[in-house]
């Protein structure tokens, strides 16, 4: 399974609410990734798990909360969100932290209004 | 056909013509670099990747080439055909140890 799966595929949030993306790896892999990429621009890094621990936060606004339960998983909360935080989130994973080729998830198209 | 400079953000070819996409990098310490594939509604694909030790490395249909001296990488897509349609990214690995991407070339493909 060389699969990154993610969960939902599209998100419509009020800023009041929360709501949860998910995404899930079969491959063994020790690092995931959360990057968000805006139309016509190239994925930007938000968060670096490496071994379930907190890697890198890329200086990412406090109302977008990664977890990551176990070696497979990974969630990213969303509360209190803008509407400039729509965009499409992607999932990544790889062997290790510094193995730079990451398998990348379709992505969740998420809309903030 | 071929890129006229670099960070150009469309290319189109003729299907059935080799494709040269081009990309500049930043830093001079970046050691690895990755061209991924993006097509419409996915993410990210990865397509071939080169290490700073070599100029040149091939793939199925593909070819990297890397330029250290002018910190430039360019991806040549050999006989291109419809589902070659994609942005493509190169990424270089930086030295606070994660990929950073370039802007992206749309490439389009004339029938």
């Known amino acids: 399974d060389t699969e990154v799966t993610q969960t939902p595929k599209h998100l419509v949030m009020g800023m009041t609410n929360k709501k949860s993306l998910k995404c899930e790896q079969h491959?063994?892999?020790?690092?995931m990734y959360w990057y968000k990429q805006k139309a016509k621009k190239p994925p930007e890094l938000m968060f670096v798990?490496?071994?379930?621990?907190?890697?890198i936060n890329e200086s990412v606004p406090s109302r977008f909360s990664p977890e990551c339960p176990n070696s497979s998983l990974l969630n990213l909360h969303l509360h209190a969100l803008q509407p400039e935080d729509s965009a499409l989130y992607l999932c990544?994973?790889?062997?290790?932290?510094?193995?730079?080729?990451?398998?990348f998830g379709p992505g969740t198209r998420l809309t903030v209004t | 056909g071929e890129s006229v400079g670099l960070h150009l953000p469309t290319l189109s070819v003729q299907e059935g013509d080799n494709s040269i996409i081009n990309c500049a990098y930043s830093?001079?310490?970046?050691?690895?670099f990755i061209w991924y594939k993006q097509e419409s509604g996915k993410g990210p694909q990865f397509i071939i990747d080169?290490?700073?030790?070599?100029d040149k490395r091939q793939g199925q249909r593909v070819t990297v080439l890397l330029n250290k001296t002018v910190k430039h990488l360019s991806l040549q897509i050999a006989a291109t055909q419809p589902g070659d349609s994609a942005v493509y990214f190169c990424?270089?690995?930086?030295?606070?140890?994660?990929?950073?991407f370039g802007q992206g070339t749309r490439l389009t493909i004339n029938p």
């Open positions: 990544a994973s790889s062997l290790g932290q510094f193995d730079y080729e990451q398998y």
């Open positions: 491959m063994g892999h020790r690092a």
């Open positions: 798990y490496s071994y379930e621990k907190l890697s």
């Open positions: 830093n001079s310490a970046s050691d690895y």
């Open positions: 080169i290490r700073s030790n070599m």
């Open positions: 990424a270089e690995n930086a030295p606070s140890q994660k990929l950073v």
